[in-house]
């Protein structure tokens, strides 16, 4: 075994740290040494911290002076790291051990855990093959130089056996291999995110890159044969395949997940060329080398290993069945409630909703087809919100519903606050033709106005609103296009009313612009809904608005963000310089019209223009002008 590795250090307490516990002050000033409350543990019980010479327990109170002398031993720490490591050993003899690798091990720190339990010189042991650190499966441990070599040749000469049990997204036919297209020259990462890979510093995962880029695929030297297991549904996913894959030899971790990934059936993962399920985020890789047959090198007997698939594979796939026959009992009680027996719904990413061409929302039924969204429950907390915030104490309260697609937000406000009026924005004609047809089926339209209008180019209302609404499009096109099955569900949704650039954050932006003219100063407000993840960075948009409220949606996410504009500008006073603005506009236009007869320093008069008209005075400014203009009018032939 290595020579042990000891860190040394000597400090003086000072006065600052006098009373403090020895534990305590070791953290707080050698952390980069001790790194944990458990390691430093450890450390006393070893006899290593020492205090003026002698050996202390953790609990010790250091007095300012005391020299602090610590011999930590990384040897022996590493050893009791290792030996916590859980080991399931299947085979072992003089030669060789066979072991079962669980998921999450890093596997340098495997090979050393490996290196402790059997005793073994780092030197001498070899693994014969890797297996990535979010993946299990059986491995093969030489404890000599020549077993290794002779446990090589077996592999790379393709004479060893394995198979793979994997959970892939969608529904893999059970000719697979004779579907799969040329991929001989797709030798690039495409679309693939690599922050997975860099967060966990998987080895094997960041040299992915430079191995697929190196060469072309090869079919034939990855898969011999393909045995699908069973087929199980999932919201998500809409299918999941689980499969047996008989392997070539040497393994190809990173080609199998490309061959899927490419081929429109992704491994489940959070790896490089793997999609991971939203439900299921946490499950790790869902990739196993179960079963692993060699003959003995030495005794030439034959060794076969056979493991059942991990139980967490099964959990996944029972939860995703749950999730998909719940989301499935709903539909049919939604079908059920609009006096529908059975339908034909033809492509299964189709929104029920399009098919009945209704949805309920906030207890209500709104018509809706493919030119407008179809509501979402998360987005009844907005309709909670405006209700709760409108001011009690007016007889008529204005509401503004800007993208109002079917009219869902602002109708189930009017609808359920009768001294209320509105008006729903949007820019596409059809989705208020939507609208309409919801008003009169809910007989609101007496209450309620239409405007086809981009919100970019909305102009000052006559009369200002209590409150705006919005469910502004928020989506990043570039980050939900690597779902490629929440694609598919978001094909039949008007594009417009889904994505925005910035990231998400282009209309939270725009609507910040144009909201102080639409809204009342007293006890107006914004009320807006917000993406997963979005609230903070929509806060630093509208950093000059007081936020009243962020409220959570049924899955706990924040959604709705209440804002009002107290910590902001007096409107009316930009309406005032507005005014003002547009009055020197037009006085500059009429002396712009004369200039030519006026006999005067036109340069003088431009700068006093420009000077005033937009960031001084309104009055000094217009003193300025009548001055002039009584000097130089009696002058000019007008």
Known sequence: MEAERINHFRDTVLASSDGVRAKKWLLAYHRDVVQSKENVHRSFKRKEIFVNGQAIEETRILREGDVVEVNYNQTMEEKTRMENVDLDIRYQDEHLAVVWKAPGQNFGDYEKAILYALNLDHDTMQCVFMLQKAGSGLLIIAKSEKIQKALLDIYESGNMTMGMSVVCHGNVPNDFLSTVPDLGNVVVLNNVDLTEAMENEDEEDLSVIARTRA?????????????????????????????????????????????????????????????????????????????????????????????????KFAHLRERETKFWQRRRDAEEEQLKYAGVDEVDRGDTNKPLAYVLGEKRFYGLCFKV????????????????????????????????????????????????????????????????????????????????????????????????????????????????????????????????????????????????????????????????????????????????????????????????????????????????RVKKRRTALILYMVFTVIKEDLRYNLLEFELILLKHSLTHDFTLFANRILNLWDRYSGQADV
Not at 248 to 265: M, V, W
Not at 291 to 298: A, Q
Not at 394 to 416: A, E, F, I, M, P
Not at 495 to 521: D, K, M, N, P, T
Request: net charge neutral; aromatic share 6%.
């Open 215 to 311: 060469r072309p695929f090869d079919l034939e030297s990855i898969i011999r044969s393909i045995t699908v297991e069973t087929i199980t549904r999932s919201n998500q996913a809409n299918y999941l395949s689980t499969l047996h894959l008989d392997l070539q030899t040497p393994l190809q971790n990173s080609e199998i997940r490309r061959l899927f990934y490419l081929t429109g059936y992704p491994i489940i993962g959070k790896s490089i060329y793997t999609r991971y399920l939203k439900s299921s985020s946490k499950k790790g890789l869902c990739m196993s080398l179960t079963h692993l047959g060699f003959v003995h090198p030495v005794t030439q007997q034959p060794l076969e290993f056979k493991n059942a698939e991990p139980v």
């Open 369 to 576: 087809n493919e030119s407008c969204l179809v509501p979402r429950p998360s987005s009844e907390i907005l309709v909670e919100a405006v209700l709760e915030y409108l001011p009690q104490e007016k007889q008529t309260t204005r509401v503004l519903d800007v993208g109002t697609g079917c009219g869902n937000l602002l109708l189930s406000v009017l609808h359920n606050s009768p001294q209320s009026r509105g008006v729903g924005v949007d820019i596409s004609k059809a989705a208020l033709e939507v609208a309409t047809q919801n008003a009169q089926l809910l007989g609101l339209e007496d209450r309620v106005g239409w405007l086809c209008k981009d919100m970019a180019l909305m102009e000052d209302p006559v009369q200002l609103y209590d409150i705006l609404v919005c469910n502004p499009p928020y989506l990043h096109r570039k980050t939900t296009k690597k779902e490629a099955q929440q694609m598919a569900r978001l094909s039949h949704e008007p594009a417009e009313a889904l994505f925005a650039g910035e990231e998400g954050f282009e209309f939270y932006r725009i609507l910040h612009s144009i909201a102080h003219r639409l809204v009342c100063q007293h006890n107006g407000r914004v009320i807006l809904e917000c993406g997963k993840g979005m609230m903070d960075k929509v806060k630093d948009i509208w950093s000059d608005w007081k936020v009243l409220e962020v409220r959570k949606d049924r899955q706990g996410w924040d959604r709705c963000l209440v804002l009002s504009n107290e910590n902001g500008v007096d409107r009316l006073k930009v309406q005032k």
